[in-house]
């Protein structure tokens, strides 16, 4: 916290009400109070030298100031993707003093070097002191087992004075399992959820915690960790505690009851803020499943879900799905690394808690699973990474190739294809474009119509002072 001083004359008190001349009030001087959200203790004060009274000569304030600063909170991507399905891909942005609007949000994902996503969202708003998710137009078709990307997602808020928070990167892997530890205090082990876990390829750990509170190097050996409860945690909140460690380290968690339930509930910060899913309550009746968002991941497959215990519970985090009685049944927070799941994966006898219910727990784990994400591997604003450019199909084997470009703001761009021995042989584009991603089809002739030769040629991006260059094979 920082400290402030003013010595304050009698001109300067006349300043601040007004009655003092315009000339004279330039000449007072002026403090730069920095960026947004810092606190400050101002002191004023005066030195008039007659004062006999001394005690009323200074006061004190404290403030924080205000600041423009969009961060990116989050992405629906983890460590894992699942493989071979199309995901509709999400940004997370929050704000801090202001609510900003009108700005654009891009998402690039590379594989071994070449870009194989990219596209870019409209922002309308951003709510100050709040955060809100906005989707991608286009899905991103996953590819097979195996396949490795990095995901980064950034945005370009003009009034932005906070730039180290703004691109968030992922790296992925596209899988169809996970490593599972599943935590549970109960005096009974979840067997059923075991079984059809395993039966999807997962491998399930399972460990007590009802006089047990593992450590985040436990954790930290599996891709995500699941949390159940009908009986009380050794110490509630030093569990959430440590599990939202695990989520700052680039895990992910997964909560199912009776952890929502008052006297059974998980503590600490996992329940809060950004990892916050679902609220605290009383159990309710049984009931089948009501609204969901069929085009989720965690609802991929679902079709019915049945459950003897609910909780009267409502969505803090993001709402993906509902029961028929009301309550909220699956949660997502707003850092996209925890989902709640308002449904109790216990003993299996119920005939009520039947139809898909192992899956969505399956597709949980699948959606919060990671192996670590961070800020700063990717700087959008540096000139050589602010556009971006990438062919499609590269090698081109068939008639035509397209190429998406992607600028921060609408202005002049050209893109020119150049070959080996840098003679110009296609002007594509040379004029204005939009914000975002833009796309132009080239169908392999040159500037006389004539088709391309096989053989290794150059596109070159030049938009304002900014270049991009991609190499493009012809066969």
Not at 14 to 29: H, T
Not at 400 to 423: H, I, K, M, Q
Not at 451 to 458: A, E, I, L, W
Request: charged letters at 15%; aromatic letters at 8%.
């Amino acid at each position: 916290m920082s400290r402030v001083l003013f010595a304050l004359t009698l001109a300067a008190t006349l300043a601040s009400a007004g009655l003092l001349a315009p000339s004279l009030q330039d000449k007072m001087a002026r403090v730069d109070v920095g960026p947004g959200s810092q606190a400050h203790n101002l002191t004023y004060w005066h030195a008039m030298t007659p004062d006999t009274n001394r005690h009323n000569d200074a006061v004190e304030a404290s403030t924080t100031t205000r600041g423009h600063d969009i961060s990116v909170a989050g992405m629906n991507v983890g460590g894992r993707v699942r493989a071979n399905t199309p995901l509709t891909l999400r940004i997370n942005l929050a704000s801090t003093d202001y609510t900003e609007t009108g700005f654009e949000a891009w998402c690039v994902i590379d594989s071994s070097g070449t870009v194989v996503y990219e596209d870019s969202t409209a922002i309308d708003s951003v709510p100050a002191g709040g955060s809100r998710s906005f989707p991608f137009p286009n899905p991103w078709n996953v590819g097979p087992v195996g396949a490795a990307y990095t995901v980064t997602m950034y945005h370009n808020c003009g009034s932005d004075q906070n730039r180290a928070n703004d691109t968030l990167t992922v790296n992925a892997t596209a899988s169809d399992r996970s490593k599972i530890l599943m935590c549970y205090a109960d005096m009974e082990t979840p067997d059923s959820l075991v079984a059809g876990l395993v039966a999807m390829g997962d491998s399930v750990t399972l460990l007590n915690v009802v006089n047990y509170t593992p450590s985040l190097n436990e954790l930290q050996a599996y891709n995500a960790v699941g949390a159940m409860s009908n009986y009380r945690y050794a110490d509630p909140t030093g569990f959430g505690n440590v599990l939202a460690d695990y989520v700052d380290a680039g895990g992910g968690v997964v909560i199912g009851m009776f952890s929502f339930v008052s006297g059974w509930e998980m503590g600490g910060r996992i329940m809060t803020g950004a990892c916050a899913t679902i609220s605290v309550g009383h159990v309710a009746g049984g009931t089948q499943l009501g609204w969901h968002n069929s085009a989720h991941p965690i609802m991929s497959g679902v079709t019915a879900v049945g459950e003897i215990y609910t909780v009267n519970s409502t969505f803090v985090g993001e709402s993906v799905a509902a029961w028929q009685n009301g309550s909220a049944y699956v949660g997502v927070s707003s850092n996209q690394k925890v989902v709640g799941l308002n449904q109790y994966p216990g003993s299996h006898s119920y005939p009520e808690r039947s139809g898909d219910w192992v899956l969505v727990w399956h597709n949980s784990f699948m959606y919060v699973a990671g192996t670590g994400s961070g800020v700063g591997g990717f700087d959008p604003f540096a000139p050589a990474l602010n556009v971006t450019l990438s062919t499609t199909p590269n090698p081109v084997l068939g008639p035509r190739a397209e190429l998406n470009y992607t600028v921060p703001d609408a202005g002049e761009v050209s893109l020119n294809v150049f070959d080996l021995n840098g003679r110009l042989v296609k002007t594509l584009v040379n004029g204005n474009a939009k914000p975002g991603v833009n796309r132009v089809v080239w169908n392999l002739a040159d500037n006389t119509g004539r088709q391309v030769s096989s053989g290794v040629y150059f596109c070159k991006l030049v938009a304002g002072s900014r270049t991009q260059s991609r190499k493009l094979v012809v066969r």
